[in-house]
């Protein structure tokens, strides 16, 4: 090689060492360059399409937990298994589960396990709420005659045996009915009819409405309104007694006179009769069991009873109201009208069971509040953890005069107000996503009457003239 090219060849080198490459610059993401419309949001809940397959692995991994906690058993001191019921000895009582079969909360959960079952097409939740109904049936003869021995009754099984309140016999009263009907099998007359004299006996105002003396004389608790209208219908079916409707009927338009309050279209928790001007605070999960009596009563009312038009036009005024104060993550709070309250699981599972369920029914429109019921599953399906505990359920809660009462109300996985509304929320929405058609349409979740993808498309035609699909 010639001097004059190694020259050449170095000059390269110096050359090709010494360049530098000015760096390219990202392009700009503006309006110009870039869809903006379909960055992704930061959604702290789940929110897209929702499949029948994950609610139902949801609801499953509740029950799983609820069964391998809730035994049906007695037991001894030394807790050794006892199966001869015959005549129990003074140690014997029910085998104390995590939650109480014999509650009011268990009520909730038999009820809810029936009609999942029919909605998920699984007999596994039936056959829970049955064999559980039957078991103590059939120890209560025993735990009875144990009580009258000793003058005292099982701490459980006394809910049954004798029960001596409204919490101890309503919403016990309308499962135990519910699962009387559905299994000939189950001859539990005693303890239905012993449920259904405390709902008769309670104490209630001059005009029959059921109430309280705490913690004022004459107070209402809108909790009450689902411990007792829902027994009354289901009794009309029960033991073919068309008064009842007529009982529940009423007494449902004396509560939403007393308790209603049209300008936010909620319900106040508590009435103390006489009162100027009474509490209002709008509790979620008193609202919760409102709406879920209003739910239960147009399913069990004949079509034509008189009393169903001002009890669906009331259920469709709240439905208005509670998605006017859905947060923004699908929860409700534990005071609805207040968002700095904490959000409440008990209650957003509750109120998406009753959307959905009132989809399904065709009492309010899917197209305007299937997404809110998905956004409530949504919220949901992340208080489900791995175990199968349902987090973030306030307690047991009396009626309160104050916000702080009830902004500081404690919340437990032990509490077992969410577990039967979490279950009910849970098949009730796989029956919504059988029966509707969500599909994602531009970022945003939609409900569709029939099939999109099998109907004839719309279309319109952007600024360059381009036609675009549009869902219908």
């Known amino acids: ?67 391998a906690v809730t035994p049906a058993r007695v037991v ?49 939740y039936r056959d829970y709420a049955l064999s559980r109904i039957k078991f103590l049936n059939e120890v209560a003869p025993a735990f009875k005659a144990q009580g009258e021995r000793l003058g005292k009754y099982d701490a459980q099984m006394r809910q049954v045996v004798a029960p001596a309140a409204l919490d101890d016999a309503g919403a016990m009263c309308a499962a135990w009915m519910t699962a009387a009907m559905a299994d000939s099998t189950i001859k539990a007359d005693t303890i239905i009819e012993g449920y259904w004299k405390i709902l008769q006996d309670n104490y209630r105002l001059a005009d029959g409405t059921i109430a309280r003396t705490r913690p004022h004389h004459n107070t209402v608790w809108l909790d009450d309104m689902f411990m007792a209208l829902p027994t009354m219908a289901t009794r009309g079916h029960y033991a073919n007694d068309p008064k009842q409707f007529d009982e529940a009927a009423k007494m449902a338009s004396q509560i939403i006179d007393r308790m209603w309050v049209p300008e936010k279209k909620l319900f106040r928790h508590g009435y103390v009769e006489g009162l100027e001007q009474q509490p209002t605070f709008h509790w979620g999960r008193a609202n919760g069991w409102a709406i879920l009596t209003m739910c239960r009563l147009l399913d069990l009312l004949p079509e034509n009873h008189p009393g169903r038009a001002k009890i669906m036009s009331t259920f469709k005024e709240h439905v208005k109201g509670l998605v006017a104060t859905q947060s923004k993550d699908g929860f409700w709070h534990q005071l609805l009208d207040r968002n700095d309250s904490y959000e409440e699981t008990s209650a957003t599972a509750i109120f998406t069971y009753c959307l959905a369920h009132a989809i399904n029914e065709g009492w309010i429109d899917a197209v305007t509040y299937g997404p809110v019921a998905q956004l409530g599953w949504e919220a949901v399906s992340t208080k489900i953890n791995d175990k199968g505990e349902v987090e973030d359920v306030c307690v047991g809660t009396g009626m309160g005069f104050d916000p702080a009462f009830y902004y500081y109300r404690p919340v437990s996985v032990k509490a077992a107000h969410g577990y039967g509304p979490v279950i009910w929320a849970g098949s009730e929405m796989v029956r919504l996503l059988n029966k509707y058609y969500p599909r994602s349409n531009d970022s945003g979740i939609h409900y569709y009457n029939v099939d999109p993808e099998n109907t004839t498309p719309l279309f319109y035609l952007d600024e360059n003239g381009k036609a675009t699909e549009v869902l219908h």
Not at 96 to 101: E, F, I, P, V
């Open 76 to 124: 001894n001191e030394a807790g050794e298994e006892i199966t001869d019921y015959t005549n129990l000895p003074d140690d014997a009582k029910l085998n104390q589960g995590t939650y109480r079969l014999t509650s009011y909360e268990w009520g909730v959960m038999y009820s809810a396990l029936l009609e999942a079952s029919k909605n998920l097409n699984d007999p596994k």
């Open 1 to 67: 090689m010639t001097n004059k090219a190694l020259i050449l060849l170095a000059a390269l080198a110096l050359t090709s060492c010494g360049k530098t490459t000015a760096p390219q610059q990202e392009e700009e993401i503006n309006d110009s360059t870039s869809p903006l419309h379909l960055l992704k949001p930061d959604y702290k809940t789940p929110y897209g399409e929702l499949d029948t397959d994950s609610v139902k692995a949801d609801v499953d991994r509740v029950f799983a937990y609820v069964d």
